[in-house]
């Protein structure tokens, strides 16, 4: 949710079978805005090493470290689904230089090392918040794409998401931001982590890593 997930890998167990670990850990993460402790994950992340200075070299780093002698998925993940977004491009925002290379990255790794099928992996670039709300639904309402494509009880999730974060000044809760957001109007803008948890937690998957 900042510019370093181009320098690391930060995969995320946030539910197994429906149900939410308890956890609250700090995500250690730096950008130009302040960071606030995200509950219910379970965190395991590592400082990649970084290719170079520049921003091609910083880019190349995720790419490498997530390929580099990966193990090869013995046999395919059939029913899983991995939805991959990386958005670069903003309206009202810095962009965010590695995002796109960060998915293309992950599209790599989940179709290697983890298994999944080319036709069942899903890429957004540049996501608005409609291309989120389409995917994962909107609040109450967590019949998106994304439920459609899964079997219940069947079909591991895999979300990743390199873009901007930030927390709405007053409730001081947590949205990702779609390329169109309005830093200032974030409740209007943005997509609510806890409604992206929530409708995950709906999906009724095996398996769901953020």
Do not use: C
């Not at 181009?6 to 250690?28: C, N, P, T, W, Y």
């Not at 970084?50 to 470290?65: E, I, K, N, W, Y």
């Not at 796109?100 to 036709?119: F, K, S, T």
């Amino acid at each position: 949710m900042d510019n370093r997930l181009g320098e690391m890998e930060a995969f995320v167990q946030v539910a197994r079978r429906g149900s939410f670990a308890a956890a609250a850990k700090d995500l250690g993460l730096t950008q130009e805005t302040p960071q606030r402790t995200v509950a219910q994950l379970d965190v395991a992340a590592r400082d990649l090493p970084v290719a170079g200075a520049a921003g091609a070299g910083v880019a190349s780093s995720l790419t490498d470290a997530l390929l580099r002698d990966i193990p090869t998925a013995r046999t395919p993940n059939a029913d899983a689904i991995a939805i991959i977004i990386g958005n670069r491009t903003y309206r009202n925002a810095p962009s965010v230089a590695f995002a796109a290379n960060d998915a293309a990255a992950v599209r790599q790794y989940a179709e290697r090392a983890l298994g999944i099928r080319p036709g069942n992996i899903v890429v957004l670039e540049d996501a608005t918040l409609s291309d989120l709300k389409r995917m994962f639904g909107d609040r109450g309402n967590p019949n998106g794409r994304l439920k459609q494509l899964v079997k219940p009880g069947q079909s591991d999730v895999f979300v990743f998401y390199s873009g901007h974060g930030a927390p709405e000044p007053t409730t001081q809760g947590a949205y990702l931001m779609p390329v169109d957001a309005d830093a200032n109007a974030l409740p209007l803008t943005g997509l609510p982590v806890d409604v992206l948890y929530d409708n995950l937690a709906a999906l009724n998957a095996r398996q769901v890593t953020v």
